[in-house]
């Protein structure tokens, strides 16, 4: 027994070992999610990119050309990559809850110990709903193709004789029926035998086991109430939001640029030409947002590696902690950080990088291939250059989707030491609709699936 007395009481969380597929679709939602960011990213700079252009802020109309028919095309290569990137990531939810559910089972069929019982995370795919996302992105896809679909396909037959129009159209609606079905199956014929596995479980873990695993964290929540303070921010937090400042401030630099160079005109912008001092302003504003931009990201960068440090720092500390019995217990941030499975920032960062990296490369690619709205002399000459950026934005994604994988299967001695000897309350952010799932706030196994 540890000098906090923490092993008074047998009960306790434990992580399951979900097997390889089921470590696949977690690291791919994960990594996902990074890649999204990414593409946000990417549609910020598409933004940027198109107003110099529109605006003649590049001084030069080759040049500006160039850049208007790159960012029309990265917009549309964007698009493209959030529909097959929502797409993915929905599978993988589901094929995260189902397997997780499944290795839960069969661990109670090989006679797992009722005391120990599965961590809150492993818990919420037991008793959640495995195609919630599979089944939003089909009705979603569904309601926002079949109008298309429907009413493009009258016209054209009202018209007459548009055969590829017609075909067009005839495919946008057989989309929207098949994405209809895959929201209906989603919901009546996936959910049924998850919550069949999630009887099985509730059978081999009573309530009195999952209410006496949770007796500690509720004990732990009740210590900590007249505890909390504000923590200063990390050195990898202060830079995170120094980049943020810094991106905010180039953009004002560039709108301030922009609103200079326009006047009169309500609805339009009329080019003003001004002074030498006031044309240098506006051209240094269009550097400024250049650099700001530059210096963000090489600070976020920095942020991130002191992150990896601090977090690496923090998981020497707490095996040190576990190995001593008499020692007290950590701050419970710190308990709640580690005892959860976490993105390592590396792999964050690259998945990110490499979102960003795929829109820009495949579009350069594309338009110097002459499929897009013309420049493809200008990028004719980097289709090689293109292809190699592609291919090194996927070996980035691919390595980031290793590198989680591998962070989260190492560290489950970890969370499974600190769950034992400290259990931790759940640090879970709410919902879209701002509850928090029973799962992560209390005993749920013996509650209806689903149930807030």
Known sequence: MSADGSQANPWHWYEYEVGLASEIARACV????????GLGCAFALIMCMGLLAEEDLLDDRGLEKAVDHLSRMSLGVLLAFVLVVCAAGAVASFLRESTTSRAIVNAAARGASRHAVPSPDQVRSVTGKPAEALAFFGWANATL???????GLIVVLAEGDDAESAL?????????????????????????????????VAAHW????????????????????????????????????????????????????????????????????????????????????????????????????????????????LR????????????????????????HPLARVGATLSGAGLVFSTSSYLVGNGLGLGSEDVFAAY???????????????????????????????????????????????????????????????????GQR
């Not at 193709?145 to 009413?151: D, E, F, Q, S, Y």
């Not at 950026?389 to 489950?412: C, D, E, Y």
């Not at 769950?419 to 509650?447: C, Y």
Request: charged letters at 20%; glycine letters at 8%.
């Open 30 to 37: 994960r990594s996902l999610t990074s890649f999204l960011i």
């Open 168 to 200: 067009i159209f005839s495919l946008i609606t057989g989309y929207a029926v098949i994405m209809a079905f895959v929201g209906y199956a989603s919901s009546h014929l996936l959910t049924p035998a998850h919550e069949r596995r999630h009887a099985r």
């Open 145 to 151: 193709a079949g109008p298309l679909g429907v009413i």
């Open 320 to 343: 040190t902690r576990l190995a001593d019995p008499a020692s007290d217990r950590p701050a419970e941030d710190l308990l709640a950080y580690h005892s959860q499975r976490q993105t």
């Open 206 to 317: 009573t309530s009195n086991d999952e209410e006496q695993a949770w007796k500690p964290v509720e004990q732990a929540r009740r210590d900590s109430a007249g505890k909390k303070t504000t923590p200063r921010p990390s050195i990898a937090k202060r830079c995170l939001y120094g980049a943020a400042g810094l991106w905010l401030v180039g953009v004002l630099a560039l709108q301030m640029s922009v609103l200079t160079r326009c006047a009169g005109g309500k609805y339009e912008c009329k080019k003003t030409t001004y002074s030498s001092p006031i044309e240098a302003l506006i051209a240094g504003g269009v550097w400024i947002f250049a650099v700001l931009i530059s210096a963000g990201m090489l600070l976020a960068v920095i942020g991130v590696l002191f992150d990896w440090r601090q977090r690496r720092s923090e998981r020497a500390e």
């Open 383 to 449: 289709r090689t250059e293109s292809l190699a950026a592609m291919v090194v934005s996927v070996g980035v994604f691919a390595a980031a989707l290793l590198g989680t994988g591998i962070v989260g299967v190492r560290g489950r001695e970890l969370r499974n030491a600190l769950m034992r000897r400290w259990p931790s309350p759940t640090s879970w952010s709410t919902d879209s609709d701002g509850k928090v799932q029973r799962a992560k706030r209390g005993p749920a196994l013996h509650k209806a699936s």
